[in-house]
């Protein structure tokens, strides 16, 4: 799927803090996106790029031929951050031996939640390690250690660089594609790739490779995780599509509450209470189911109350912004008299006391609710969610983006290539749509920017507009509701321009 990549900041495509008057003649198309895959680069100095002029190593060579390949797209994890590449997610660490990872990969791995780990390691066992010969037992240990803390990861291992300077090399190799060959026959997702066979002008010292050995490495990795997917041993791991609230805080919203893949409808009562109906195809279409009253709320201010995935069950909980900012969660097991609920309690200090300038998104894809701040000059700040406060805490990701407003009620965030990550689109003034479609954003992968708003929009008025995925496709629908509680919903069927939307008309009335 061709992109423009937006590597640096949306004002390279905006002006810093502009309000979008960009024009189109036609709107765009939103393409369905390739599988995308969480993919840990892990390893020493080489998987940190020492020696490259970006220090990002074979990981900017893997991650720009993904972007336009559409057998799957490469999103980089890991705890660590290294390189001037366009994510710069890692899991590397320099001067290491094997056994260094040993007990410290279970939590590495937890914590990413990779589908695909690129292992790449060993050079410094047998460059100054007393035990040469066991090295490749040793990596065959980390493997397994992999695999065991997360059930239906794809481990491929990289051999060691043929020309590489110790001796041994390749013994070890040997060694490794052996036991890699044997973990697959028995059932381990596993794949075993040959290192690039570079020669001297493509090495920089008897260990590390230059910009070409580097690229070469890349398409190497690249190819591995290609064949991984063809083969259907490499594979997006399911997760939860409710981490994104609808947007807007009247009193209807949009929420995925019993984890079916559609948005129901829940309405957030003048007393506080919370009522849901459970969206069976809307009116005309298999109606709507009352669960009646779920909740008897914990505030009568609905601007504080949101509904978001925090635990990636797929189901959305009940979220409360304080008046002080602070965020506390109650988790959805059904609701009142259908499960009931578990308190996960104060998850967050909080970043600001005005909740309308809090959006729960997930900017991540891993199914878990993020914290988006989105600030009154435009720009967007997000923290991801690794448990929250006391549990795991949080991972900052910075300022994402400069913004495509400065009033944060035309924000909406929502997936609308269906690969799982919350893209940040804006209502403008004529009621267009403009959206820019989530590779990690400003740092981390950027953006991809279609040539024109995604749809050109049935009103003005941007606070009737919602987005949420009403026919559980993977891609956000577009969501009109008016003064008087009903509500006609526009089916995503590729945007305006290739495919357009299909119009349900009126899906649900007011109650």
């Known amino acids: 799927m061709p992109q423009t990549i937006t590597t640096l900041a949306m004002a390279a495509a905006l002006g810093a803090g502009a309000t979008i008057t960009t024009a189109a003649p036609a709107a765009a198309a939103v393409n369905p996106a390739p599988p995308v895959l969480r993919v840990m680069p892990l390893g020493d100095s080489i998987t940190d790029g020492y020696q ?22 490469a999103d980089l994890v890991g705890s ?77 291992v990289m051999g060691l660089i043929p020309i590489s ?20 026959q028995a059932g381990a997702k596993v794949r075993y790739v040959d290192a690039p066979g570079l020669v001297r002008g493509e090495m920089v010292d ?33 997760r939860g599509r409710a981490g994104t609230e609808s947007g807007g805080a009247d009193r209807l919203r949009w929420a995925d509450w019993d984890g079916d893949g559609r948005a129901d409808r829940v309405l957030v009562q003048d007393n506080g209470t919370v009522r849901v109906l459970l969206n069976r195809g809307g009116n005309g279409r298999g109606g709507w189911e009352d669960l009646g009253q779920i909740a008897t709320g914990m505030t009568t201010d609905r601007t504080r109350v949101r509904f978001a995935d925090w635990d990636g069950d797929g189901r959305a909980d009940y979220v409360l912004i304080s008046e002080t900012g602070s965020v506390s969660v109650y988790l959805n097991r059904g609701g009142d008299g259908h499960g009931g609920w578990d308190l996960a309690d104060k998850v967050a200090s909080g970043l600001t006391r005005d909740a309308g300038q809090v959006r729960f998104v997930d900017f991540d894809g891993d199914g878990r ?24 805490g949080w991972q900052d990701r910075g300022t994402i983006a400069t913004g495509g407003t400065t009033d944060p009620t035309r924000v909406r965030w929502t997936d609308f290539d269906g690969d799982g990550y919350a893209d940040y689109s804006a209502v403008r003034a004529d009621g267009a749509v403009d959206t820019y ?30 987005f949420a995925d009403f026919d559980g496709d993977g891609h956000s629908d577009y969501i009109r509701t008016v003064a008087d509680g009903s509500s006609t919903v526009r089916v995503w069927n590729g945007g305006d321009g290739a495919g357009g939307w299909t119009d349900l008309g009126t899906a649900s009335t007011a109650g």
């Open 52 to 73: 490259s002029s970006t220090n990002s190593g074979y990981r900017l060579q893997l991650w720009q031929r993904s972007q336009t390949h559409n057998g799957f797209r």
């Open 206 to 238: 008897g260990l590390h490779p230059n910009d070409a050995g580097y690229r070469k490495m890349g398409d190497a990795f690249f190819e591995g995780i290609d064949r991984s997917v063809a083969d259907g041993t490499a594979v997006r791991t399911h």
């Open 165 to 184: 300077g110790p001796p041994g090399v390749p013994a070890f190799n040997t060694a490794v594609r052996q036991w890699v060959s044997a973990k697959a």
């Open 80 to 156: 660590r951050q290294s390189g001037s590449g366009p994510d710069s997610d890692n899991e590397a660490h320099g001067a290491t031996m094997i056994n260094d990872f040993r007990g410290k990969v279970t939590d590495w791995v937890r914590g990413a939640e990779p589908d695909v780990v690129l292992l790449h390691h060993g050079i410094n066992d047998l460059d100054r390690g007393t035990d040469k010969t066991n090295a490749p037992a040793r990596l065959a240990a980390v493997t397994d250690e992999i695999l065991a803390a997360r059930p239906g990861v794809t481990v491929v």
């Open 369 to 392: 609710t993020d914290y988006a701040w989105v600030r009154p000059d435009g720009p967007v700040t997000v923290y991801l969610n690794k448990g929250g406060d006391g549990r795991g």
């Open 437 to 466: 479609l989530n590779r990690g954003g400003d740092y981390h992968g950027g953006w991809s920017v279609p040539a024109g708003p995604v749809t050109a929009g049935t009103t003005t008025e941007h606070q009737q507009v919602a």
